[in-house]
Antibody
Framework: QVTLRESGPALVKPTQTLTLTCTFSGFSLNTSGMCVSWIRQPPGKALEWLARIDWDDDKYYSTSLMTRLTISKDTSKNQVVLTMTNMDPVDTGTYYC?????????????WGQGTLVTVSS | DIQMTQSPSSLSASVGDRVTITCRASQSVTSYSNWYQQKPGKAPKLLIYAASSLQSGVPSRFSGSGSGTDFTLTISSLQPEDFATYYCQQSYSPPYTFGQGTKLEIK
């Protein structure tokens, strides 16, 4: 059974750096074709894709946010970490991590429950 | 970036209705199009991947079609549990952009 769980601070101040951790089980990021992505959703708004990291450590980022994002993995701990610098109130929302399988059209077939991050002073 | 445009943005329908939601990509994504269902307060759930492949465990009343730039999600006979928001996504080229969503409401 594949599971993912996001963890991190619920509240950050403007200009601070957000660090989120995705802890997963049921698959390995050492396996060819496996990837993990981060997606966010402001309250009442649409999904926004943020970043992806692959089994071979290739990384991809949102064009508009790439200067603020860093994604990394620790395969020994089954974790993927996303950092976002210079947080702003518009970054408030629920942040999800999800597994991507290249064999399934690079779709996100398993998601964490999400973690709500509020940016406020 | 590839833009994904969904229509309609909202839709009212009744139990038993056949419903179609469309998604248009700003350039060809071949068959790399996916559909997700999201209920309030919950994570999205994958319904259809690679344009027309039904994700395991998803009822057969859901189907997808299309290729290139135009894609369709069809629900053949709406059930009460299908009232939710639906998103398309392209996974052809990162960043893997989503459509703006279609909210399906009870008439």
């Amino acid at each position: 059974q594949v599971t993912l769980r996001e963890s991190g601070p619920a509240l950050v101040k403007p200009t601070q750096t957000l660090t989120l951790t995705c802890t997963f089980s049921g698959f390995s990021l050492n396996t060819s074709g496996m990837c993990v992505s981060w997606i966010r959703q402001p309250p009442g708004k649409a999904l926004e894709w943020l970043a992806r990291i692959d089994w071979d450590d290739d990384k991809y980022y949102s064009t508009s946010l790439m200067t603020r994002l860093t994604i990394s993995k620790d395969t020994s701990k089954n974790q993927v970490v996303l950092t976002m610098t210079n947080m702003d109130p518009v970054d408030t929302g629920t942040y999800y991590c999800a597994r991507i399988r290249a064999a399934a059209g690079a779709s996100s077939d398993s998601w964490g429950q999400g973690t709500l991050v509020t940016v406020s002073s | 970036d590839i833009q994904m445009t969904q229509s309609p943005s909202s839709l009212s329908a009744s139990v038993g209705d056949r419903v179609t939601i469309t998604c248009r990509a700003s350039q060809s994504v071949t068959s790399y199009s996916n559909w997700y269902q999201q209920k309030p307060g919950k994570a999205p759930k994958l319904l259809i991947y690679a344009a027309s492949s039904l994700q395991s465990g998803v009822p057969s009343r859901f189907s997808g079609s299309g290729s290139g730039t135009d894609f369709t999600l069809t629900i053949s006979s709406l059930q009460p549990e299908d009232f939710a928001t639906y998103y398309c996504q392209q996974s052809y080229s990162p960043p893997y952009t989503f459509g703006q969503g279609t909210k399906l409401e009870i008439k």
